[in-house]
């Protein structure tokens, strides 16, 4: 058998066999979160989180099934997390070569495997002798043995369990009695949050603390408030009755001068002048007495 493509059999045997560790391990861990936060009533929280507390309580139609929408928002994260989980453990899988593995499996083919595929370009009486005992020692070795057996029985096993163990916690209805605000409340006593019940829609109006301390309420008897630190009086006097004047607060200027006043009469315009054809002058000025009398 040819080296290089035993050496690729066993490779792509290896990233099925991982392949089915890992598909293993990623159901298991999100059936057994998603059991969990079930019964935490991890849902009861979303309406309290500003991004979902607009969709808490709607419904998904898929498929004719209405699916809620915090159950999707659980789904989601239980996947998130079983992705994470499932990768921290098996980052070290592509880190074991094939061939270390095989090595490992057939202490015959310890050392010789490896010196046979580093060197299967080389042609020279020892490299092609190794290289034809290594072949025939190959035959004899079957993909199948590199299945971890227990492993994806015991994989099995607990991915039944939380399956049946999800299915019983789901049928009988089996959660924390928590509710929105018993979360609130919650999350407002863990030490790492702020308070954020005292001066949300406090409005600063003075900066000095001392000062500020004297300012009165408008709606009560006294009108004086105190502003970036001057006094304002905002009462009227007593009797007054008619609200501020405008024309009170201003003097009249004793110092106009009049200017010189003109007669009252008729000026005539540079640019008229009686420069009428010969022999109309009458005619003309008779018209415009006409028209002066109309």
């Known amino acids: 058998m040819d080296i290089r493509k035993f050496v690729q059999t066993q490779e792509a045997a290896l990233k099925k066999y991982r392949r089915t560790y890992k598909l293993l391990d990623f159901l298991t861990i999100l059936t057994l979160f998603y059991t969990l936060m079930v019964v935490l009533s991890i849902d009861q929280a979303l309406p309290i989180i500003r991004t979902f507390e607009v969709r808490a309580g709607t419904a998904y139609n898929v498929a004719g099934l209405s699916i809620a929408f915090e159950t999707v928002v659980l789904l989601t994260i239980s996947v998130l997390v079983s992705l994470v989980l499932t990768f921290i453990l098996h980052r070290k899988d592509k880190k074991i070569s094939t061939i270390e593995l095989v090595e490992e499996k057939y202490p015959s083919l310890r050392e010789r495997l490896r010196t046979a ?16 005992t290594v072949s025939s020692a190959v035959e004899s070795v079957r993909s199948s043995m590199f299945l971890r057996k227990k492993r994806v029985n015991f994989g099995l096993i607990v991915l039944i369990a939380s399956v049946l163990l999800l299915t019983f916690v789901t ?25 954020s019940s005292n001066g949300d829609d406090l409005v600063v109006i003075d900066d000095d603390p001392q000062e500020s ?17 001057t006094e304002v009086d905002l009462s009227l006097p007593p009797g007054s009755g008619v609200g501020f004047n405008p024309g009170n607060d201003t003097e009249q200027d004793t110092d106009f001068v009049p200017s010189s006043s003109y007669e009252i009469d008729a000026i005539s315009s540079d640019t008229y002048y009686e420069s009428f054809p010969a022999g109309y002058e009458s005619v003309i000025k008779s018209y415009f007495e006409k028209m002066a009398e109309e």
């Open 117 to 132: 595929y580093d060197n299967i370009s080389l042609d020279t009486i020892i490299a092609n002798d190794l290289k034809q």
């Open 171 to 195: 049928l009988n209805d089996i959660h924390a009695d928590m509710t929105p605000e018993d979360w609130k409340g919650l999350v407002d006593n863990l030490p790492f949050v702020p308070d």
């Open 213 to 229: 301390a004297g300012t009165e309420n408008l709606t009560g008897p006294s009108a004086v408030i105190v502003v970036e630190g």
